[in-house]
């Protein structure tokens, strides 16, 4: 392949894995989906690709359609102990950012909740709502008719929606001033604060710190904030299985606010909080290993502020 074709399919990399990410929630299996659509250019006979972008995303969007309906992928994520990859800030997977739609797209909450998508739903949602594709060419992208692709995108939004907190959105300091007096609360063991700070309809999934078969979900304040202070409550036997004593760090993670505990510059375990009205609406706990390990590599990467907790 010349250095020609090379180049082009580089150019469109980051939006083809950005795409990949959205539609899997792993970076890991978006770069494979990637590299594959990468070996089938270059197999392709190139003289008769008249829009590559456009035949380069068919590609990549058919081989995610094809993995997530794969009988593996389905077993794993059937099993209820999946969870999307969290991403740092910065990673250049996360993709567009400049709408709100977009933005959305790739939060862990409604990454979480595309799971409960058909795969054909899901990337008409995608397509649509972070890419902005017309229906015309997300028929042509799968294969589908115009009207399928309308019905498709108003069923996934009516599901996407009803399981969606409402209120105004929290701007990035308010946020983390939220999230700060959340730990705080969490680590004085003021369960009573914790309640406080969340809304009446708040949510918490956890991966049970990577041991658990299946995710740990949580439900009323009562229940959250009691998960929230066990869960933040140091033990000798929770040190002994982050490998040390974590520091706890405020940083963004899939566009939220998040805290991370890191050992050794290490991260162990992330925890993204959804801030709405100034209250958490939702939490996502993530500690298994292969969840984290891009994440990881980007903090190592990281020039970050100094912890808001330096021992547990």
Request: glycine share 6%; charged share 25%; net charge neutral.
């Amino acid at each position: 392949m010349d250095s020609a074709a090379v180049d082009r399919f580089e150019a469109g990399r980051g939006r083809l894995a950005s795409l990949a990410y959205r539609l899997l929630g792993s970076a890991a299996d978006a770069e494979d989906a990637v590299q594959d659509a990468f070996l089938r250019w270059q197999a392709a006979d190139r003289e008769q690709v008249r829009v590559p972008e456009a035949w380069l995303t068919k590609v990549v969007t058919n081989l995610c359609l094809d993995r997530l309906r794969s009988a593996q992928t389905r077993h794993e994520r059937a099993a209820g102990a999946w969870l999307p990859e969290p991403l740092l800030d910065g990673d250049p997977m996360l993709g567009p950012a400049e709408t709100f739609e977009q933005r959305e797209s790739v939060s862990l909450a409604v990454l979480t909740l595309l799971e409960r998508l058909s795969p054909v739903e899901r990337a008409v949602y995608v397509l649509r709502e972070a890419f902005s594709y017309s229906h015309a060419e997300i028929a042509g992208i799968l294969d589908i008719t115009e009207s399928a692709s309308q019905q498709h995108v108003h069923r996934a939004r009516t599901r996407v929606a009803a399981e969606r907190h409402r209120g105004a959105g929290t701007d990035p300091a308010s946020a983390r001033r939220v999230v700060e007096e959340f730990l705080a609360a969490a680590m004085s063991g003021r369960t009573e604060r914790l309640v406080a700070l969340l809304t009446d309809d708040v949510t918490a999934v956890s991966d049970g710190a990577g041991l658990a078969k299946r995710l740990l979900r949580y439900r009323t304040r009562e229940r959250v904030a009691t998960f929230v202070r066990a869960g933040f409550k140091p033990t000798p036997a929770k040190r002994r299985l982050a490998g040390g004593s974590p520091a706890f760090h405020i940083a963004v993670v899939n566009g939220s606010t998040a805290v991370l505990a890191v050992v050794d510059g290490r991260v162990a375990g992330a925890v993204a909080f959804e801030v709405i009205d100034d209250k958490v609406a939702s939490l996502h706990g993530i500690a298994a290993s292969d969840r984290l390990a891009r994440l990881d590599e980007a903090w190592r990467r990281h020039e970050p502020d100094a912890p808001v907790i330096s021992a547990w």
